[in-house]
């Protein structure tokens, strides 16, 4: 190892190696000479899928913390679940939280029935949207919780810091939209097809 970065999510396992002069033998390849791309999607699906059900069950976390302390909390003499300030955005998250869960149990339950570059984007769609998810749910619970919840007293700093990593080391949102768009516009997947331009 040449050097270990420090990231925000420190201590990291992000660590820059170098390899000089390394022979592999034939019998060291997985699957078919050339075929590395396809072996690389597959454990990559697997993984999208699994981050993004973490994603949603830690945005449901940081939702539920923060609906139960609102409703323990009083300011000026009322709970503070009772300001739609608070109310509504948590009901942002906790809709948002349903319609991605719904999405990743879905696109989980057809990844064990079809080929996996069959819904690609779809895995795509669930992993971008639910670390969008949990970066957004834990940044409103540190909101919620005000000074505390920016301590390392509550876990909403840590699921930030573990979670945003996610939006990038997973395929970056872009690559996760690009992904979408050439499924969507027919440039990739199963309905791929030529553009026709005039």
Known sequence: MDFHWWTLNTPTDHAEVTLRDVRIPDSAI??????GLAVAQTFVHENRIRQAASGVGAAQFCIDRSVEYARKRNTFGQPLATRQAIQWPLVELQTEAELV????????WELDRVPHMQISDKVSMCNYRANRLVCEAADWAMQVHGGLGYS?????????????RYRI???????????????LFGFA????QQLVSD
């Open 30 to 35: 997985l699957g078919e000479e050339g075929g």
């Open 101 to 108: 869960r719904g999405l990743v149990r879905k696109t989980a």
């Open 152 to 164: 390392r007293h509550t876990p909403f700093e840590h699921i930030y810091r573990h979670h945003r």
């Open 169 to 183: 080391t997973e395929g970056s949102e872009e690559v996760q939209m690009r992904k979408v768009a050439a499924y």
């Open 189 to 192: 997947g199963p309905q791929a």
